[in-house]
């Protein structure tokens, strides 16, 4: 287990880690870790490893892109000095080139996105014990498809900053194909992205075992 | 145009005729028909053919299957005396099938889906001056995708029958594979299958293109 | 078509365009145009021309008046960078000389109403590629009714304007007439100016006619 | 003043007597006469004659016309067991026509009100001291206005019915008139039907003026 | 009558003159007077004068007490110009003292009271046509309870004050005691000051009186 | 301490009783026992006499006279076999005659007050070991009060069957009495019969103190 | 694994199972399940062993004791026809002895409680290829403690139950006894009772730890 | 007594003392004292000892810690100029420390509280004429229980203060401990801390027990 005693394991992130957390803060009392992925990692350190004290704090805000993480990372990351970090954007930097094609102001394309990631990561890698960069996912099987194409290629800009910045990666993409074998996709989600518990419990593992967390303890 | 003076034009149907219709009546003032394709046909033949007084009735009912249909049949359609009916059903048919697959109670495989139908128009033809067939669709490009496929399956028994019952056929699939041509499923519906206006007008347009509207007049 | 590929095609107005569109920004998913003809033409444009990927926005507010068209000018028309305008303003101006007519600071008599539409136009003329400028109009078929007298004398306004600054003109009055030969004006609105779906066709129909929509595309 | 010491006095129409009454009573504490006519009828009862304790009730019912009258008569009106009642029916027979003219189910022609309300009348007229018949009416200066004939048509049957069943006649119509030849319509109701207080206030002058109310005692 | 025609008429107060007003404007559509005694005076005035086209304006704030209209005296009443001016002040200044008598600061005794308002009158009266002063009151029939007292003097102070200041004064507690010689304060007020509509046509017509409301007009 | 271990103490009555408790149960969790004088009596049972485990169950209901309280007698009392039972009925009586004096069908007057709850006591008081009979009251100082003097009468009525069939008796109207002598009634209530905390403690202490409750306990 | 491909498992309970399930249903879309242990179970079994296709229902309802569970198993255990059946009851059985002890009437002690449990399990294990008996908890550390201690007997009566009927057992208590060991009971649960995310998760891997779950699958 | 004649009264505290006040005043009408133990000690002042005219403000705020009194003590307290002063604080203080152990910045350990809580009283007291200091509580009768621990570790703080500064001493954990001798600490509150209306009798009796209240006044 990688996290160690008493540390401060912060999750940024878009409405797939917002999942209705209490604002501002992202912790405390009554459920104010949201509904999704957070919680149930949160759940899980507390449940199984009660004795290391994990402060779990959830800093994500539905419909971010990478460009709005970029305007809020001094105050809700940087400031909050995190020991650990985990991030996963990029879903809305994609969606809006496909669901409203013809509001490009609102599209974040790949050179952004990739020279904003760059760049948050740069600066605050040396800044936390550990950093996790999950890639955003799309749940659709269609390897094919147009959104699926281009999602697949903000991932593999997400891959190769965690590998030149020492971080964990999680691709949850791949973690999501391996059920959409067997699934099809309106299960997950009706809109292909917004998961049901059964979409955050896939995250949440695939999180969850690339910090060496005992399943079996 | 084929409607005639002072006929009534009942329309039943799913979710996708539905639109938040006042229930039980599907009529009258202050948005009665809702906010679907119902009420652009009904704001297009007033608009065009004020002279005719078509009495256009919304008898939707979202999450209905051709399972529900059957049970309402006699209330809602038959007890109304339509002198044209048109009928859009089977998306949930197939939904079901895909979105909650262990839930087999609530799926209408295609011979059911067939049976039931084709037994409705067996007897509603002969009571009215008009039939309308509108095939069921799925807002997805790849024709190869699962779901895609058994919905042009049920799509293909509705051409059948309005082919055997003397009906107009229109097929909203087809319509919309133009549409989709340019864009993406998800500018016309994120869930791909409840439309933004976009998706309402092309369903529309099939329609009235099927009964002699005339764009011009 | 008039419209050409890429371009943004913003709609100012009143209340009949406003019709609870998203605000501030008048495009964006779920809704964001209302659900008035904004959304009808954005419909059809989408439907019809998916190739065009014509940017529809809507900036109508309630009640507006061609005084406050004017204080939000710059922010919500010039600074938004439209190719195509739509203007359609005029009815409260006249409205609260009939419905409040002892609180005169609230009307804006012909005079001002020519003189800051005029204004508007000649500003803003050479910066766009196309404007549609549309009269206000009133739902009664009655001519000599002191509203729809006034009333046709700011239609008679605009008109003068779209002649001198070759502005494509849009007499919403004249297609209701045309339906109100038919349709007693309470099957259009109770209120005589807050249309049904019905009338938001008429003034589709008729802004869509005027820059070549090809209805049988 | 015609009405004595103790006596019951209930009205009885349709939305511009309800005016938001409490229901089913129609009378009792905290605004249970809604805030229409009725409401200001007994306010004036009270203030002026406190000593003849007048009971004032309240039976309208928003969207009535007579034939929903006809229904409810023996529960809301026999067994209420007033000593004067007053009636203003009629206008919702007659809007129908207008505001849904393809819905005929739901109107209510010239031929089945007469015969109606003749036949609700000479019934009751036996068993009440004394009775009002209001004219229904139609805030429409124009007297050409086709809504505005058909509304006098109907006025003229509840003036024959009055002469016939020695009942105070009150033409609301002829009221409302002497203000519109000041007024715009629209200043007194954006629909031409329900009125604001000013309307409210014209009804009961019309009404109390018929049963020698004394306004300077 | 003494209002004339285009006359603007102000009335200020406390929750009596509010009654759910309109804020902050006090006139307009759609129930912007409120449904108090201000709103019976602006339907008398126009449907009895519609030729007259008085402007009534409502800046009635409940709670009030004299205190509170010095504060606000120049946005709400000075700078709106008004023609006529009607003032009815001083029932929480009274009631304070008795409903929650320890917490002194809120209550504003006639030393005060007297002040305050003859300040407020003297530098107004000459910039008005026509001053309506009226007294506070007290839904007590009983002139020896001690609330009751209370009231009457500060009601002697409005006699003086409008007697000094060439005002009409509106004696509403001499109304109400007309009344109450025949009904016990109940049937008009539960808490003995916020009336029913009974109670607003005292002052309404108390009001009228004094201004040469003809009501046989 | 009259009431002994392991007891169910049933209290019944109008709004003053009543304070919102929970329907139809009137005991258990989460504020139950509403926020009037009966969760003030359990509270201090409870706190002071612990080792008792009184079980305290509210039947009030708001708007009840003593017409009301026979027809669910049977099910609210006699069913719930209550070892205590308290009564505090007959302020609705009185006040209908005095706020809507002309709806005397509501009225319940003395006879009928007298011989319904005469019957009740009659019938119940073999039943259970103890029985309190609570005076209505009005918060009303001045005894010369015509709804004061009325309920003076009630309070007679109840003393005298008190006396007659072995009833503690709790005079409200006096232990009110005591602090109308320093308070003006305003300060208790609003409306001369709802009271303040203060109000309800005045209650609470009256009845305990009938008890045998040792506040120095 | 134990469980078998397509197979029904069907969980029933309290508030803690319930967690806001949709009802009647307990199963399909849109967070039907709920947000307690029982989502969690169902999130698990299709993300990590989705070719098994198992399909989860929630028949838990808030409040409930083994009493209540009796008059509802035939139509929503029996019924429904379950592969696997999980039960967890008895939580409500005990808190209301210890939160309202007056009211014994909603108490179930310890005899009914076991009888009642132990015919609906023999009249099911023959009905369902698997059954899962958990038991209920009280989030106290201190074993002394009268509730605890309370729990801990109905906890004995669960053990013996399962092992007399061949049923796997599930101590939910001393999962949580293992965290308590680290965290104080308020982390867990304000009220001891219902918890937080944490808890579902001691629950949820308590079960499926006994059903052969396979967490690094 | 010890409060005298006009006094004014303020208690300052956490959610016990709060209970849904009016804020920012804590005193007025309706229910603006909240419906905890302070509106009981105002209930019972007024209703026992009306001719004291005693002045109760109720300035508690829900999730105050003594952190938190701190900041608005000038604001809250020293301007509000009052007689007495009632302070019951600590009860967040240790909570948080067990219900988010991980939070530790909402934590305020033994050292903070003391040095806090001791300045304010020093500072305070020479203001005051009498100064009531109480113990926070914690409902749960085991005294080996972790938090109930460290909260009369507090309660000993709260002690020594009062005993310092010549402060009345108010032991509620005392007080509580008398009733948890017979009752479960579920029946007072499920959360161990807000308690029912019971749980307030008690601090409002162990309240006026210190300053001298004669109950059998």
């Known amino acids: 287990m990688k996290l160690e005693k008493g540390q401060k394991f912060l999750l940024v992130g878009d409405s797939i880690t917002d999942c209705d957390r209490v604002k501002p803060e992202g912790e405390g009392l009554f459920g104010a870790l949201g509904n999704g992925y957070v919680s149930y990692v949160d759940g899980l350190l507390q449940s199984v490893y009660p004795e290391l004290g994990i402060r779990v704090v959830n800093k994500g805000i539905s419909g971010n892109t990478v460009r709005d993480l970029k305007k809020r990372w001094e105050n809700d990351v940087i400031a909050q000095k995190p020991d650990w970090l985990s991030i996963m954007i990029g879903i809305n930097d994609v969606w809006r080139q496909y669901d409203t094609p013809f509001i490009k102001d609102n599209h974040v394309y790949i050179e952004e996105y990739e020279e904003t990631l760059e760049k948050l990561i740069q600066e605050t890698r040396p800044t936390v014990k550990g950093l996790i960069l999950m890639t955003p996912y799309y749940l659709e099987k269609n390897e094919e498809d147009a959104m699926r194409q281009t999602m697949d290629q903000y991932g593999q800009v997400v891959k190769r900053i965690a590998e030149n910045y020492d971080c964990q990666f999680v691709n949850t993409q791949a973690a999501f194909d391996l059920v959409l074998h067997e699934l099809y996709s309106a299960t997950l989600a ?10 955050h419990m896939v995250i949440t593992r695939a999180l969850l075992n690339k910090i060496g967390f005992d399943w079996n303890k």
């Not at 009706?190 to 979409?199: F, I, Q």
Request: proline content about 20%.
């Open 190 to 199: 009706w809109d292909r992205v917004h998961p049901t518990p059964t979409g």
